[in-house]
């Protein structure tokens, strides 16, 4: 067997000093050691040959291959295979390679045992190679070699190549084989091919819990987490035995939908079953019920658990959602342990400053990556990048971009996303002009950020010179990529373009059709929209639930309860009534129409999804008709559910509480914020007290707010107090943000009309009128409102 000379040289194995290894033979220096007491039998040596493979003792297993050698069993080939399969084991692929190539004789044994080494140890042109070698030695690859070679595949990417290892196995009769279907299974999911992954499933005789966990596993990959459960209920409703790994796929899949219930169940089961509590299974089942918002459940697994494995600790700082006294809280917990924070927990403990904008608490974990020594780490640096950005610090995120020694791809795109994130577009454009300067190449993702900025920037030109680089480079038919074409032309109104684009893809992408829809609804084309989801069925294909969520929202835009009652029938009649993301859209489409009686059996519907965006969607529902005791009602529920108030449910709260004038209320949710669950008020929190103390007539605690807040003023929230002074007459606060709100946006039009109607109201018609010239000579005017109707 011929290995590439490069290759081998890579096969890198550390002897320890005094022992060499040659083509004549193996030598150690403890050949000679009577001490060690080693047998001189073949079977007892084989017996420690394996103790010391299972063990991944090498220095033992070294002692033995001396032994071996020593008393004349080097020549048997039960005793040659042990050894192979004894250093593959230990990563010392080198060694076994030796041994394979000394072999005089060798069976499929061998060859399969120095495939699985090579694929192991990440050696995968070594492993092609010994594929390749085996078939023209007139070896037919077992089952373990054909799952080593599509583990070969996986990792290559190679779909096509394993589509004919697939077919090798059909035509040697294997493929019904329940360890082949496995790896095939696994296979085709990996790479996204459900659909292949399905047949293969249901053409493997009696499929044992491997085969079973790895289509359960596949979709729970792939994020139907519906269709794995289901399938793990089958298992039970056959009797299949239920192992480790079955339940990992389950709670996985309850995670995906939300169904708290059943993971619940499945609790119950573990706890009945011999299988015990792992500190692997404890991880799960905290992942499901923080996932599901049972967070006091999680709290208690959480607890209850003997060993908490770093793991653990990063799936709770994961949880921690809008408040950084109870991260701090928990690092403190964590390090009280003895536990030392990897790469991974920095990276989340960066990425949840990011998400609450602490700059200051992101600092102070920046200086413990520096001091821990991983600040070279790749998935540190990009989350220095992702907070800094976060938090509007795009200097020092460009800064710590500038220290990578080894810059990425993946670094680049993190800092152009930053730039999206903080509207510095053409700073954006600009990093991504220097790609060759940096001696990187843009990939799929560098592509679809840079597509980004200039569809928010509506930068048609460079997006078309973004387009030749796509077509130039081969990445047109990437998904991604289409989606973000899809986007921007969606945006610049060349739909034609749009289409064209969706055409050139060789299969059908949901994503880019999603990405069509929802930029359509976005810029109120909803009715486009609505002819886009009909155009993407006529094609054979069926709206996702994304695609759905969108529609929904165009429905919500035009207030359009027909059009409204049309998509839910269609998202039940598909099975996507019950996702969490359709609930909450369905909820809020109707209720923009005015049906709050359909909002709410929607809500019920969907009350076995302990999900707080539902909750916050009917609670917003019921504030936008007025009715705040319902609204409240809801809240209420929320907590004794226990599920994880959210920003977003205080701005629905507040909110409700602000359109109907109750003041009171209001206050008390605004301070319980801090109070109660230690959360900072964020710039939309602020804007809805404004609000309500503007339409209440607290006009000067509503400019106190304002001065006060730890955030600048926004337009929005200066609108808000102008309109307030004007129903209430107050000249003084009027001016106030008037002038404050013409130093944001010179040329409001909105600013000079309310000021306008302020004076005509309050009687000084001097000032009223200096102002109408004012606006004549702007070119400023009040649009007359109107209304519409939809036939029928």
């Not at 019904?176 to 299974?185: A, E, I, K, W, Y």
């Not at 780490?377 to 938090?391: A, Q, Y």
């Not at 030109?461 to 990445?475: E, S, T």
């Not at 917003?620 to 007025?626: E, I, K, L």
């Amino acid at each position: 067997m011929r290995i590439p000379s490069k290759l081998k040289e890579s096969l890198t194995f550390a002897i320890p000093a005094g022992g060499r290894s040659s083509r004549s033979g193996f030598t150690c220096p403890f050949s000679s050691c009577s001490s060690l007491s080693l047998p001189k039998d073949a079977p007892a040596l084989a017996a420690r040959l394996s103790r010391a493979a299972d063990s991944k003792s090498l220095l033992l297993g070294m002692q033995l291959h001396a032994q071996i050698t020593k008393w004349g069993f080097i020549s048997d080939i039960f005793s040659q295979n042990q050894l192979i399969l004894m250093y593959t084991k230990c990563s010392a692929l080198k060694c076994g390679l030796e041994v394979f190539e000394q072999m005089p004789h060798r069976n499929l044994f061998s060859w399969t045992l120095l495939l699985s080494g090579a694929v192991q140890v990440g050696e995968l042109e070594l492993g092609l190679v010994l594929l390749s070698d085996m078939t023209r030695h007139r070896f037919l690859p077992n089952e373990f070699a054909l799952g080593s070679a599509l583990k070969i595949c996986i990792d290559l990417s190679a779909f096509e190549m394993g589509m004919s290892i697939h077919g090798y196995a059909v035509k040697i009769g294997v493929e019904r084989n329940p360890f082949v279907g496995s790896s095939m299974l696994n296979f085709y999911s990996r790479l996204g091919s459900i659909e292949e992954a399905e047949a293969v499933f249901c053409s493997v005789n009696n499929p044992d819990t491997g085969c079973w966990n790895a289509m359960a596993g596949a979709y729970a990959d792939c994020g139907l987490g519906l269709k794995a459960v289901e399938l793990v209920s089958l298992m039970q409703a056959k009797g299949v035995h239920l192992d480790e790994f079955t339940f990992a796929n389950a709670l996985k899949g309850c995670s995906l939908v939300g169904y708290d219930n059943y993971g619940r169940e499945l609790h119950g089961l573990i706890v009945c079953s011999e299988l015990g509590f792992s500190t692997s299974i404890s991880n799960t089942l905290l992942h499901m019920y923080l996932k599901t918002g049972r967070k006091d459940s999680a709290l208690k697994v959480f607890n209850m658990m003997h060993e908490k494995d770093i793991i653990t600790w990063n799936t709770m700082f994961s949880s921690v959602r809008d408040d950084a006294r109870s991260l701090v809280h928990l690092f403190h917990k964590f390090m009280s342990m003895e536990m030392k924070p990897n790469s991974i927990t920095f990276s989340i403990l960066l990425r949840r400053c990011g998400d609450i904008s602490d700059l200051s608490l992101g600092l102070q974990f920046c200086c413990l990556v520096l001091q821990s020594g991983l600040f070279s780490d790749s998935k540190v640096t990009r989350s220095l990048i992702n907070m800094f950005s976060n938090c509007g610090a795009m200097s020092m995120a460009h800064s710590i971009f500038d220290c990578i020694s080894s810059k990425s791809t993946c670094d680049v795109n993190e800092l152009i996303s930053g730039y999206n994130l903080t509207h510095c577009y053409m700073e954006a454009l600009r990093v991504f002009c220097h790609l060759s300067e940096f001696g990187i190449k843009a990939d799929e993702c560098t592509f679809s950020s840079i597509l980004e900025s200039c569809c928010r920037s509506g930068n048609e030109k460079m997006g078309n010179k973004i387009h030749c680089a796509i077509l130039k480079f081969g990445f047109s038919s990437h998904g991604y990529i289409c989606s973000s074409l899809v986007k921007l032309y969606a945006t610049v109104g060349r739909q034609i373009d749009a289409f064209r684009c969706l055409r050139e893809l060789k299969r059908s992408d949901l994503t880019c059709w999603g990405s069509l829809v929802s930029t359509l609804v976005h810029h109120g084309c909803s009715d486009e929209a609505m002819h886009s989801m009909k155009r993407l069925m006529e094609s054979g294909d069926d709206p996702d639930e994304f695609i759905l969520g969108s529609i929904f929202n165009g429905c919500a835009n035009m207030s359009s309860l027909h059009q409204t009652k049309s998509a839910h029938s269609l998202a039940v009649k598909m099975g996507h009534d019950t996702h969490r993301f359709i609930a909450s859209s369905v909820i809020d489409a109707y209720a923009k129409c005015g049906d709050v009686q359909s909002a709410r059996m929607a809500f019920d519907h969907s009350s076995d999804i302990k999900d707080v965006v539902i909750y916050n969607s009917m609670i917003m529902g019921y504030a936008h008709n007025g009715l705040v005791v319902e609204a409240m009602e809801i809240f209420d529920k929320m907590k004794l559910a226990n599920l994880q108030l959210s920003q977003a449910t205080f701005v629905s709260a507040i909110s409700a509480c602000s359109h109907m004038g109750f003041l009171y209320q209001g206050c008390l949710l605004f301070q319980s914020m801090k109070s109660e669950y230690g959360m900072e008020p964020s710039p939309d929190i602020y804007g809805c007290i404004v609000d309500m103390l503007s339409r209440s007539g607290y006009l000067v605690h509503a400019k106190t707010m304002i001065e006060e807040m730890p955030f600048p003023p926004w337009p929005g929230i200066l609108r808000s107090l102008l309109s307030g002074s004007r129903v209430h007459g107050n000249i003084a606060i009027s001016k106030w943000a008037y002038e404050k709100l013409l130093q944001l946006v010179p040329e409001n039009d909105a600013a000079h009309i309310l000021l306008s109607s302020v004076y005509s109201e309050a009687g000084s018609w001097e000032d009223a009128a200096f102002l109408q010239r004012d606006m004549i000579d702007k070119g400023i005017s009040k649009s007359p409102g109107h209304s519409w109707i939809q036939m029928q």
